[in-house]
T-cell receptor, first 116, second 116 residues
Framework: AQSVTQPDARVTVSEGASLQLRCKYS??????LFWYVQYPRQGLQLLLK??????VVQGVNGFEAEFSKSNSSFHLRKASVHWSDSAVYFC??????????????FGEGTQVTVIS | EAAVTQSPRSKVAVTGGKVTLSCHQT?????MYWYRQDTGHGLRLIHY???????EKGDIPDGYKASRPSQENFSLILELASLSQTAVYFC???????????????FGEGSKLTVL
């Protein structure tokens, strides 16, 4: 069975500092991976996605993620965070064999707090 | 801009009562989904639908029914609400053509359900 693990439930980072959020997945097929962000009292919004090709993918608002097949990971990074980046970040895996669909398996989420 | 709207945004229900959560999308998407979010956990798929008048079970369908009367509308029904169904519920939609450029879920803002 597939699974997604985000080992850090909470991360606190200073404004202007770099951020890395970890995501590990378990899936026997070709993984299609996503990072979503959830701002307070809002739905989830897509940050970026990886299907194939260049393992480093760029997303919105300066976020990027790097896929590693050998490590079964899809870590999210941002070089310099802003207070508005405070949110919950979810890593997710699309688990339809041979394709993509909205049947996603989500990690537990990482609460990011940016302090001044 | 994609739009998924949910109603009600918040509801308090009594144990054993019937609850209906509604979702309306103006994205012209064929696929719709209901996910459940529990505090400190990721989202889990309850039901989904690929076409009007047809629904499919997701990972945690027990205690829930779904209805898709039209392409735009997708409801989640709790016939006998229980304490364990207290959670935030998210509706989402996606295009039938889940390709590399278009593949993503568009989420509503969530419906917070409290069962007492």
């Amino acid at each position: 069975a597939q699974s997604v693990t985000q080992p850090d439930a909470r991360v606190t980072v200073s404004e202007g500092a770099s951020l890395q959020l970890r995501c590990k997945y378990s899936y026997s097929g070709t993984p299609y991976l996503f990072w979503y962000v959830q701002y307070p009292r809002q739905g989830l919004q897509l940050l970026l996605k990886y299907y194939s090709g260049d393992p480093v993918v760029q997303g919105v608002n300066g976020f990027e993620a790097e896929f590693s097949k050998s490590n079964s990971s899809f870590h999210l990074r941002k070089a310099s965070v802003h207070w508005s980046d405070s949110a919950v970040y979810f890593c997710a895996l699309s688990r339809d064999t041979g394709g993509l669909s909205g049947k996603l398996t989500f990690g537990e989420g990482t609460q990011v707090t940016v302090i001044s | 801009e994609a739009a998924v709207t949910q109603s009600p945004r918040s509801k308090v229900a009594v144990t054993g009562g019937k609850v209906t959560l509604s979702c309306h999308q103006t994205n012209n998407h064929d696929y719709m989904y209901w996910y459940r979010q529990d505090t400190g956990h990721g989202l889990r798929l309850i039901h989904y639908s690929y076409v009007a008048d047809s629904t499919e079970k997701g990972d945690i369908p027990d205690g829930y029914k779904a209805s898709r009367p039209s392409q735009e509308n997708f409801s989640l029904i709790l016939e006998l609400a229980s304490l364990s169904q207290t959670a935030v519920y998210f509706c989402a939609s996606s295009d039938r053509d889940w390709g590399t450029d278009t593949g993503q879920l568009y989420f509503g803002e969530g419906s917070k359900l409290t069962v007492l």
